[in-house]
């Protein structure tokens, strides 16, 4: 099935809930009112149950409990509210998918969104919440792709897990395209911003994009770093090489890589809300 003959079949693919693209269109305007996005978030009780359980776990380490929604924006901002509002409603758009073990699935998710929103931190050229998003997203194009072609990716997983190393150029050879091209093209036709276009299309090879994508490339490095670790292997481990062109385009040193906490312990307190 080729790219396009897979977005033809629309049956297969989900559709983002109303109140998720209303709020992502309604946050890109930082001079918003904070009262009309809350209401916004309440018009979805799930998704408000979501998003305060999120912004109330140790990850955003806020010090007092935030008891409504409009205290939550307040505490956070827009950029971080828009990551958890992307994130929690990506959890509910896809309920059950085939040979597709869902908890699992986000565990791997918010780690990698979780490596993606430290390592924007240190290199201060991506804003960290829009990595969080990203990084949640970035595998998003494989749920679509398990969906569609049930046998091949379940012969494929079984050789070669999506979340090892080396997945997205396996996918490029059987299919001529991985998930990173499905995640790129679903979120273009779900009319999200040009930035979470390119780099939801180019994290798999960042340095092959005419005009450097920092946040794509801060993408690749948190897959890798992912990967590494549910592979059991460390950093310099000698059959994996350190993604260097990637590293060196935002600034990341091995060094950065080597002190940052592993993927598991920056994303515990999320996991434990999918477990």
Do not use: C
Request: charged share 20%; no cysteine.
């Amino acid at each position: 099935m080729t790219l396009d003959e897979l977005f033809a079949e629309s049956h297969l693919l989900p559709t983002v809930p109303k109140v998720v693209f209303d709020l992502i269109e309604l946050l890109r305007d930082e001079d918003a009112a904070i009262p009309l996005v809350a209401r916004k978030v309440e018009l979805d009780q799930v998704l408000t149950a979501r998003v305060l359980r999120m912004a109330n776990s140790p990850y955003f380490g806020l010090r007092r409990k935030i008891m409504s929604i409009q205290d939550a924006i307040q505490m956070l901002g827009f950029s971080a509210i828009r990551s958890l509002v992307v994130s929690s409603g990506l959890t509910g758009t896809f309920q059950k998918v085939h040979g597709v073990h869902l908890p699992t699935f986000w565990s791997h998710s918010l780690r990698v969104a979780s490596v993606a929103r430290y390592l924007a931190g240190k290199t201060r050229r991506v804003d960290a919440s829009l990595a969080f998003t990203m990084g949640s997203m970035h595998a998003i194009g494989h749920l679509i792709m398990a969906g569609a072609m049930k046998e091949q990716i379940a012969e494929l997983n079984a050789a070669h897990p999506f979340d090892r190393m080396g997945r997205l150029e396996v996918e490029q050879q059987k299919f001529g395209y991985h998930y990173g091209d499905v995640g790129g093209r679903l979120a273009a036709r779900w009319e999200f911003a040009p930035e979470f276009v390119s780099a939801l299309s180019g994290f798999a090879n960042p340095m092959e994009a005419e005009h450097l994508d920092p946040l794509a490339n801060v993408l690749h490095l948190a897959v890798w770093r992912v990967a590494l670790e549910g592979e059991g292997l460390r950093i310099g481990d000698a059959q994996h090489v350190w993604p260097a062109l990637s590293a060196d385009a935002i600034g990341i040193s091995e060094d950065v890589v080597q002190e940052m906490p592993a993927p598991r312990e920056l994303a515990s307190d999320l996991e434990s809300m999918i477990a």
